[in-house]
């Protein structure tokens, strides 16, 4: 039984790190180990958390796989406005394509800040997309969706 659950939490710790989904990837990581060392007392004490991560995770993840998904880049409903941090989200969004082009590791500083910004939003998978695009050397994809952004699809 051990050896499934580490399995299995284990391939969701990868897919957490893919996503850059960073709370989640820590909780499996953590949960990992109390289960490679069958400490029982410990994985009690990792769940609550652990389950709060994935239901934040699952359920941003949920808005952005609604019908009409392909057509928006955020789920509906949502503004922007109404994070604080907007201003500051929105300067590193118009920053990013000539950092591309410039500083490649500047480029990345900035999409991880954007990603602490957006952490527990409905834009995080956006996000998330960005930093996989990013990751993939897809520069294009990532500047389309970019494009998208600051046309206001969606936003």
């Known amino acids: 039984m051990h050896a499934k659950a580490r399995e299995i939490v284990h391939s969701l710790k990868g897919v957490c790190g893919s996503l850059g989904t960073e709370e989640l990837f820590l909780a499996s990581r953590d949960l990992e180990m109390a289960i490679i060392n069958q400490n029982t007392t410990q994985i009690q004490t990792i769940l609550p958390s652990f389950n709060a991560a994935f239901d934040r995770v699952f359920n941003s993840l949920s808005l ?16 922007p406005n109404t994070l604080e941090n907007w201003p500051e989200i929105q300067s590193i969004l118009k920053n990013i394509p000539s950092l591309l082009e410039s500083d490649l590791v500047e480029a990345k500083k900035q999409l991880l800040s954007l990603q602490k910004l ?26 389309s969706l970019l494009r998208q952004l600051e046309g206001g699809g969606g936003l």
């Open 64 to 79: 952005w796989l609604k019908p009409g998904y392909a057509d928006n880049t955020t789920p509906q409903n949502f503004s």
């Open 118 to 143: 957006t952490q527990d939003t409905p834009l995080s998978p956006l996000v998330s997309l960005l930093l996989h695009h990013f990751h993939q050397l897809d520069f294009d994809s990532l500047l």
